[in-house]
């Protein structure tokens, strides 16, 4: 069964030499001083093109971080760990670096905010046997986690995904075709709205390893989803985090997926 769903995950592979290399999104990296991949597909009025900068890289697969969020908030709601948007999970009295960190939270707020005690949380009730095999089930990325219940897609060389692997993902939560809830998956599609305008909506999580950076989506317009993931090196850490949403926009205006003042 996790090879059937593992195979439905990579839909883009085998099409992977009609990728089109985009020099102009090459200018728009190297204007911005960074290092990575960006990769769409553009599902507009029944097409399906695929645009990449990097398409190496876009097949190279790097920890989740936090882009990790959003399927392990399916695994969370599936298990009856969380009950729904509006539960509340108490704070632990420990401060730390992030402010937003600090208090009591819920899925919106766990999500909106990137908070990692939250989800640490999650895995240790689901243990490890569950992520195991919520993972496999899903075909995620390489679906390892090693022995770091509590870090193992925040850490190098456990939990790995490529940019091609997180859009054939973010395609089939976009459908409803994952192996959960209908109502569930729109729970999380909701909870990764960022951005709306008059004929556009645009869903997506941030991810960071210290290291690495994670802007991965999709943005809904009338005539079809356009999805992107992106990752990029940070080498001047937070620094660089910004660069991950504006590098994207900016790309994603030339194809005219956003418009001028999104």
Do not use: C
Request: proline share 5%; hydrophobic share 45%.
């Amino acid at each position: 069964m996790a090879g059937v769903l593992l195979l439905a995950l990579a839909p883009l592979s085998a099409t992977a030499e009609t990728w089109q290399e985009r020099d102009d999104w090459g200018e728009i990296f190297r204007a911005n001083e960074a290092s990575g991949t960006l990769l769409v597909v553009d599902r507009r009025d029944g097409a399906a093109t695929a645009l990449v900068h990097d398409g190496e890289r876009a097949r190279q697969r790097f920890v989740p971080a936090s882009t990790f969020k959003i399927p392990h908030t399916l695994f969370a709601l599936d298990a009856g760990v969380v009950e729904d948007e509006f539960q509340v999970f108490a704070w632990d009295g420990v401060e730390r670096e992030f402010p937003p960190w600090n208090g009591d939270q819920d899925l919106r707020s766990g999500m909106r905010n990137s908070v990692v005690w939250l989800y640490q949380h999650f895995a240790r009730e689901l243990g490890e046997e569950r992520e195991r095999d919520y993972l496999a089930r899903l075909g995620y990325g390489n679906a390892e986690i090693g022995d770091r219940l509590e870090h193992f897609w925040l850490e190098e060389n456990l939990l790995e995904i490529s940019a091609e692997e997180q859009i054939a993902f973010l395609e089939r939560l976009y459908r409803n075709e994952l192996p959960f809830d209908e109502a569930d998956q729109r729970l999380v599609k909701d909870l990764m709205v960022v951005g709306a305008g008059n004929d556009w909506i645009l869903r997506g999580k941030t991810g960071w390893s210290g290291q690495l950076g994670w802007w991965v989506g999709w943005v809904e317009r009338p005539s079809g989803p356009v999805f992107f993931a992106l990752n990029m090196e940070t080498p001047n850490r937070m620094a660089d985090l910004p660069k991950r949403q504006g590098i994207v926009a900016e790309a994603l205006r030339t194809i005219e997926a956003l418009p001028p003042e999104a």
